[in-house]
């Protein structure tokens, strides 16, 4: 199995903020990395797929980047509807993978 | 665009099977990849398995192969999750997704979630 591994695993962070939340992978994925943001009792979205292409509806605060082995996500300004947990997922391998996940925190 | 509808949560003894549903409106799921997921309390996402889009292929996460079945059917528009041999470790919270069976799929939109409680 491909591993993925986040980081940090929580973050405190203020209105306005600019934060940035880094996924590894153990073996090289090329672009086939999305992420993903869950608020509280909520099911996950979609943010950006293949990397860096954000899918639709996603606010353009959100940025990814990233290829091979390392990757990041990006949140520009942060509002207060960004609050929650994001995660990262591979679709290199069928297999599919994801993070363990990064609680985003006021 | 496709709105996916789960069952309803359940309470299930151990050594148990337990049959998620997830229901498409608004697309069809043929076209796509249909695929479940699960997140204990607390804790990360957990991929167990995909149907291929036209399902015409299944595939499962190591852990849960020999233990779970994913259908889909065309005719009702559906996709389904059976899980057998519950333990309590299997408790949490079931989504199933479009997407998934080929390289490069992302999951999008997700349904609502299935909670299910497995205790004696």
């Known amino acids: 199995d491909i591993q993925m591994t986040q980081s940090p695993s929580s973050l405190s962070a203020s209105i306005g903020d600019r934060v940035t939340i880094t996924c590894r992978a153990s073996q090289n994925i090329d672009q086939f990395l999305n992420w993903y943001q869950q608020t509280p009792g909520k099911a996950p979205k979609l943010l950006i797929y293949?990397?860096?292409h954000l899918f639709g509806g996603v606010p353009s605060r959100f940025t990814g980047s990233g290829s091979g082995t390392e990757f990041t996500l990006t949140i520009n300004s942060l509002q207060p509807e960004d609050f929650g947990s994001y995660f990262c997922q591979q679709s290199y391998s069928t297999l599919y993978t994801f993070g363990q996940g990064t609680k985003l925190e006021i | 665009q496709v709105v996916l509808t789960q069952s309803g949560a359940v309470l299930m003894k151990p050594g148990s099977s337990v049959k998620v549903s997830c229901k498409a409106s608004?697309?069809?799921?043929?076209?796509?990849?249909v695929s479940w997921l699960r997140q204990a309390p607390g804790r990360g996402l957990e991929w167990i398995g995909s149907v291929t889009p036209k399902f015409t292929r299944t595939e499962y996460g190591p852990r849960f192969k020999g233990r779970v079945a994913i259908t889909a059917d065309g005719s009702t528009n559906a996709a389904y999750m059976e899980i057998g041999s519950l333990r309590s470790e299997d408790s949490a919270m079931y989504y199933c997704a479009r997407g998934g069976g080929i390289g490069g799929d992302w999951f999008e939109p997700w349904g609502q979630g299935t909670l299910v409680t497995v205790s004696s």
């Open positions: 608004g697309d069809s799921l043929s076209g796509f990849g």
């Open positions: 293949g990397s860096s």
